[in-house]
């Protein structure tokens, strides 16, 4: 197992994912990296936290940095030897069979979709978002790959949202919804409408619509939804969850009586913390790119690299990517089927 | 003044709203009502609240509900004489200055686009959510009357957000962002970097993409989106208020110590769950219709559906609708020139 990592991706690069990956190199010993950064800024942190000899890392130069306030098609153009287009040129080669980033989102989608491609069967890959409800956790797919999507887009998100969910929840038939604004198949717009039908004649254990509220009862383990509404959905729980701590902390602090009881109860609060924590999740997976692409929060601290390799080692292992070619092989899941159904839709 | 009530809508109907209008009738001693609804069902609640012979409530039957499970198309179809379409009819024929509904949202934008019909210049109307931000709050325009928009649809939503919050928040220049998945213009999905460009070239204080975690942290008075992305949001929140406060007692009744420091915090909780409490906003506008139309949460208690009364009667007296229809007349907001502006970007 070889697996590439962004050392220049996400706020607190190059010091978070080098120490996260001293982690790794002692959590999972089978595993060697090549380390893609400003070779001499790595060197630093190598050295500090006493990897710098370590014969299972091998670093690779790449002079730039995709920046946040990039636009995605930078890793193509004016940064092409930043060290997100260069992990997607070593995971092109084959030289690595996954790369984990926490840096720039829309810039490993564009890099990766350019230069590794997508499996045979897909025609844009999917972000899969890990998100706590009440009783376990869900799949949101895509968390902000694709601001535009097309039914046939959406149908495919679903199928890789079927394999990975197998996988991640050991549930033989994992439920699929569609994320909407009604519970009532009329409900939608045009687009989750169109998906709607479709996801309703396949064999897959299709929940229907599911409201971005009642997701959080769990009732679905996946959730399918183009990139623009996933993201919305993703970013507006974050937002909201920061602001809770702060309204928390604002009540909490109002009198002495209630410091004192909260500092009674104080790993509670930790605790809720967690749920919300991205750390243990990772990262998420870029689903369907011709090769394992694992995409961590801008904000990584050293414990989600280290769990962000894990999961591309986990799908690496999986093999994730034969199984949803295996079936998008299978009946009504290939792409030239689904764009029959629609022809024949719009017929009638 | 004079308000029709939908005595039905909402998940606590008819008592909860006939216990709203009790408290409404004592506050607002100039106010008049129409309640509408199944006479034999409200005249108990009437009753019991003691307001059966009050002389500023007119009862007017409505044989049927339009149900949560009820496609939108319905009030003006299968349940033409719902509640719902009842109180859409007093407001074309200007029996009331406004109506108020717990009910089916889309069953009653429905209602109002098709029998009160839109203002001189609005192609759609967009519902106006306020939500709470670590340092105020804002105003969430579309949170979920159109599914489908288009980016003239969004530029009428900014106007009508901008003239809004000017009252609500007693701001001479709002700041209006619009909902997308970066801070750059150049991020985004079609529709929001047209519109993009569009808000750009206006007078008003537009401060670009807003994405929906940063909007929680006070960036912007108004927030401009499709109601699809916009209803993702508001649910999605929802949603995860719901869960932290699940997760909260969860882990504050793990052991003895944290119970006990909760109770010595426990009115800390209270004041916490008002931040994302309905209740005190009441409802949300529906901006737009040529007739002032407030649409409640499904789960309105006796307050949020008087607070509800409450912002319907502030717009009429604020002159909502005319200052509306003022600023669409000045350039660069009527829909024609829209449509110019789009028709000469297209050629480009």
Redesign the interface.
């Known amino acids: 197992m070889k697996i590439a990592v962004d050392g220049m991706g996400g706020d607190y690069a190059p010091g978070a994912v080098v120490e996260g990956l001293t982690i790794a190199l002692n959590d999972f010993p089978t595993y060697e990296f090549v380390l893609v950064g400003h070779a001499r800024k790595l060197a630093f942190y190598l050295e500090k936290y006493g990897i710098a000899d370590n014969p299972r890392v091998r670093v690779v130069h790449a002079e730039s940095v995709c920046e946040m ?1 990039d ?2 098609a930078i890793s193509l153009r004016a940064k092409r030897d930043s060290s997100i287009t260069v992990c997607a040129k070593l995971l092109k080669e084959h030289e690595v069979d996954a790369m984990i980033t926490p840096g720039h989102t ?1 810039a490993t989608v564009a890099a990766t979709k350019v230069l590794v491609r997508t499996l045979p069967g897909i025609d844009r890959p999917a972000l899969a978002a890990s998100l ?3 009783v376990g956790r869900f799949l949101l797919i895509d968390a ?1 790959a694709n ?2 999507c097309t039914p046939i887009n959406l149908a495919q998100f679903a199928v890789m949202g079927e394999i990975y969910a197998q996988y991640l929840f050991k549930e033989a038939r994992p439920r699929v919804g569609l ?1 909407s ?4 198949d ?5 687009l ?1 409408k169109e998906v709607f039908h479709l996801l309703d004649k396949s064999p897959m254990n299709f929940v229907g619509n599911v ?7 769990g009732c679905a383990d996946v959730l399918i ?1 183009d ?3 996933g ?14 701590m ?3 902390k604002r ?2 602090t ?1 009198n002495a ?2 410091v ?10 930790r ?2 913390r967690a ?1 919300g924590d991205g750390d243990d999740v990772g990262g998420a997976p870029l689903l369907g790119i011709n090769g394992i692409c694992v995409i961590g929060h801008g904000s990584s601290s050293p414990k989600a690299v280290r769990n962000a390799i894990r999961v591309a080692g986990e799908c690496v292992e999986f093999g994730l990517n034969d199984k949803i070619v295996a079936r998008l092989n299978e009946a009504h899941y290939t792409t030239s089927e689904l764009e029959e159904y629609f022809a024949a839709e719009s017929k009638n």
């Open positions: 306030s636009p995605s829309g706590p409800s009440q902000g601001p535009d994320l604004v009604g519970g009532e009329i409900k939608g717009k045009t989750t409201e971005a509220d009642t997701v959080f009862e939804s990139g623009f509404a993201n919305v959905m993703l970013k507006g729980i974050e937002g909201l969850a920061k602001s809770t702060v309204w928390l009540v909490l109002r009586l209630r004192f009881g909260a500092m009674l109860a104080k790993n509670a609060f605790e809720l749920y």
